[in-house]
T-cell receptor, first 113, second 113 residues
Framework: EPEVTQTPSHQVTQMGQEVILRCVPI?????FYWYRQILGQKVEFLVS????????KSEIFDDQFSVERPDGSNFTLKIRSTKLEDSAMYFC???????????FGSGTQLSVL | AQSVTQLGSHVSVSEGALVLLRCNYS??????LFWYVQYPNQGLQLLLK??????LVKGINGFEAEFKKSETSFHLTKPSAHMSDAAEYFC???????????FGTGTRLLVSP
């Protein structure tokens, strides 16, 4: 079965540094998402992306966050100036159709020190 | 706003026993409901989903769930647990017209021999 691939699997950064989390969605998918899970808490929606623009975002997704699909295969999440509370597992997901099932990657564990 | 509540952060069963994982939802409109499973070091995998139509939904690996509007529930069941079912299970809801999934806190299923 096709997979969503996320790199790196673990990332450690210093507070205030910029990080870019990378995802390769399934090739024919059109809808792209980022979710995150802080340890011990719920999986939370961050943002959805379709047709090269953000289609929906949560309150978490503030000016420090941005997403990009730079080359038609990668989908990235950038955090400009990381905070301690950004430490979480970040999941990328993609879907072929708006209401069809989502395929999730195995996540990037971000640790902000 | 829609939400889901999963009762029990951990559920333990013996191999061969019935699995019952509980999920109650809150939504002002008929929701789409999902169960996802997460195996260690892997992404979230869709088990089954309810959109419209038949209220008993069959999924992969022998799991099924029943949508009960009167009880606002979408409990996940499997008649006979297998060791390989040990994982974290997430219930999620999405309202029509929106893309984001709202997840519950998850239930870890432990299966003993």
């Amino acid at each position: 079965e096709p997979e969503v691939t996320q790199t790196p699997s673990h990332q450690v950064t210093q507070m205030g540094q910029e990080v870019i989390l990378r995802c390769v969605p399934i090739s024919n998918h059109l809808y792209f998402y980022w979710y995150r899970q802080i340890l011990g808490q719920k999986v939370e929606f961050l943002v959805s992306f379709y047709n090269n623009e953000i289609s929906e975002k949560s309150e978490i997704f503030d000016d420090q966050f941005s997403v990009e699909r730079p080359d038609g295969s990668n989908f990235t999440l950038k955090i400009r100036s990381t905070k301690l509370e950004d430490s979480a597992m970040y999941f990328c997901a993609s879907g072929a159709e708006r209401d069809e099932k989502l395929f999730f990657g195995s996540g990037t564990q971000l640790s902000v020190l | 706003a829609q939400s889901v509540t999963q009762l029990g952060s951990h559920v333990s069963v013996s191999e061969g026993a019935l699995v019952l994982l509980r999920c109650n939802y809150s939504s002002s409109v008929p929701p789409y409901l999902f169960w996802y499973v997460q195996y260690p070091n892997q992404g979230l995998q869709l088990l089954l989903k309810y959109t419209t139509g038949a209220t008993l939904v069959k999924g992969i690996n022998g799991f099924e769930a029943e949508f009960k509007k009167s009880e606002t529930s979408f409990h996940l069941t499997k008649p006979s647990a297998h060791m390989s079912d040990a994982a974290e299970y997430f219930c999620a809801v999405r309202n029509t017209g929106f893309q984001k999934l709202v997840f519950g806190t998850g239930t870890r299923l432990l299966v003993s021999p």
